[in-house]
T-cell receptor, first 112, second 113 residues
């Protein structure tokens, strides 16, 4: 079993829709939770960062962490064609190496 | 201000050869990490260096090695290349060791034939 599971999609939505992206994990030591956006032929770009459980909002993006269920979500409101990309969840236990464990990534297409 | 720069952007090598990938972190960033991203998968951690010392190593064979120089730039070396080493190799830098402050470069796409 992978430490981080993410539905690879692909996911297609019409412009203006609310998008929900999710990841589950198995390691209860994870404390830092991130969402990255990756455009084709580019490196991942940090979108949201959350420590421990709770919600965080930034513009059209909301990240949620439920540590009791080992489940994290990213919501995108009023989705735009420019949001079309692969979204990667990542997490870390904050230990000495601080390496990130990534999900497979969900490919999102927002149709105009 | 320049972001994380990686070179080369693309590379084709033959099985059994050796490759060196290079990374220049954001100015002032002292931590550099390397990740391997196989097509259709998320990045996998290979190494982290901070202040020129190895601080972490992922589950990769000894054919993979890295180092960090006094100017905080870094090299990733892979010996005896296998077809399965074909991937996008990503470098990420951060000011501290914190897991949240990483900025990734655009990567080096390595194809082994």
């Amino acid at each position: 079993q992978k430490e981080v599971e993410q539905d690879p999609g692909p996911l297609s939505v019409p412009e203006g829709a609310i998008v929900s992206l999710n990841c589950t994990y198995s390691n209860s030591a994870f404390q830092y939770f991130m969402w990255y956006r990756q455009y084709s032929r580019k490196g991942p770009e940090l979108l949201m960062y959350t420590y421990s459980s709770g919600n965080k909002e930034d513009g059209r993006f909301t990240a949620q962490v439920d540590k009791s269920s080992k489940y994290i979500s990213l919501f995108i409101r009023d989705s735009q064609p420019s949001d079309s990309a692969t979204y990667l969840c990542a997490m870390s236990d904050g230990g000495g190496a601080n390496n990130l464990f990534f999900g497979t990534g969900t490919r999102l297409t927002v149709i105009p | 201000d320049a972001g994380v720069t990686q070179s080369p952007t693309h590379l084709i090598k033959t099985r059994g050869q050796h490759v060196t990938l290079r990374c220049s972190p954001i100015s002032g960033h002292k931590s550099v990490s390397w990740y391997q991203q196989v097509l259709g998968q998320g990045p996998q951690f290979i190494f982290q260096y901070y202040e020129k010392e190895e601080r972490g190593r992922g589950n990769f064979p000894d054919r993979f090695s890295a180092r960090q120089f006094p100017n905080y730039s870094s090299e990733l070396n892979v010996n005896a290349l296998l077809l399965g080493d074909s991937a996008l190799y990503l470098c990420a830098s951060s000011h501290l060791l914190g897991a949240y402050g990483y900025t990734f470069g655009s990567g080096t796409r390595l194809t082994v034939v």
